[in-house]
């Protein structure tokens, strides 16, 4: 079996800051995938990248950038951390064919002060 | 565009009692699958269920669900709640794009009372 490592665990930034979290996955999936969890919104998409140097806008890819430099480890940037913003976001990833099951991280709790 | 519904935000249940949990969709796809996600606390989000073929039914770990194309559903159902199963529970749409591109449901909270 593999794991999803996400780092850091917590992140508390400041207003307007610029912030990354970053994804490991030793699967050696080809598709790997940020996703934002809101309380009543569900999970959605940010980005996604389905191979290495690949990079595909979600429905929220607005204030964020990503980063696929290997296959293995897939980053996001906040370009501007909002005031009072609370959220996790998980990482996933999965084999690139259809109906394949998605494996998600634990998640990265961000604070905005 | 695809989508997935999940009316109920918040379930709670007593022990013992059945367990449905709703999720219907839209999809340009024939061939799409649904799968159902659950997310207990502190945890990772992992797969619970994954459809089958139109109106066969899939089992895991004492849930169940059947694909309707007919009528665009893939409910989830348990006979009897434990307060295990007291969770976060994700409906997701996967259509066959030659890549995996997944549309969640809002979610429903599951919450099982002794």
């Known amino acids: 079996g593999g794991i999803i490592t996400q780092t850091p665990k917590f992140l508390i930034g400041q207003e307007g800051q610029k912030l990354t979290l970053k994804c490991q996955q030793n699967f050696n999936h080809d598709t790997m995938y940020w996703y934002r969890q809101d309380s009543g919104k569900g999970l959605r998409l940010i980005y996604y990248?389905?191979?290495?140097?690949?990079?595909q806008k979600g429905d929220l890819s607005e204030g964020y950038d990503a980063s696929r430099e290997k296959k293995s480890s897939f980053s996001l940037t906040v370009t501007s951390a909002q005031k009072n913003e609370m959220a996790v976001f998980l990482c996933?990833?999965?084999?690139?064919?259809?109906?394949?099951?998605?494996?998600f991280g634990s998640g990265t709790r961000l604070t905005v002060l | 565009g695809d989508s997935v519904t999940q009316k109920e935000g918040l379930v709670t249940l007593t022990e013992g009692l059945p367990v449905m949990l709703n999720c219907t969709y839209q999809t340009i796809y024939s061939n799409a699958f649904l799968f159902w996600y659950v997310h207990y606390l502190n945890e990772s989000p992992r797969l619970l269920l994954k459809?089958?073929?139109?109106?066969k039914r899939t089992e895991h770990q004492g849930f169940h669900a059947t694909l309707h194309k007919s009528s665009s559903s893939f409910h989830l159902q348990k006979s009897s709640a434990q307060l295990s199963d007291s969770a976060l529970y994700y409906c997701a749409l996967s259509g066959n794009t030659g890549y995996q591109n997944f549309y969640f449901g809002k979610g429903t909270s599951l919450t099982v009372i002794p």
């Open positions: 459809s089958s073929t139109d109106n």
């Open positions: 996933a990833s999965s084999q690139t064919t259809s109906a394949e099951t998605l494996y």
């Open positions: 990248s389905i191979t290495e140097n690949d990079l």
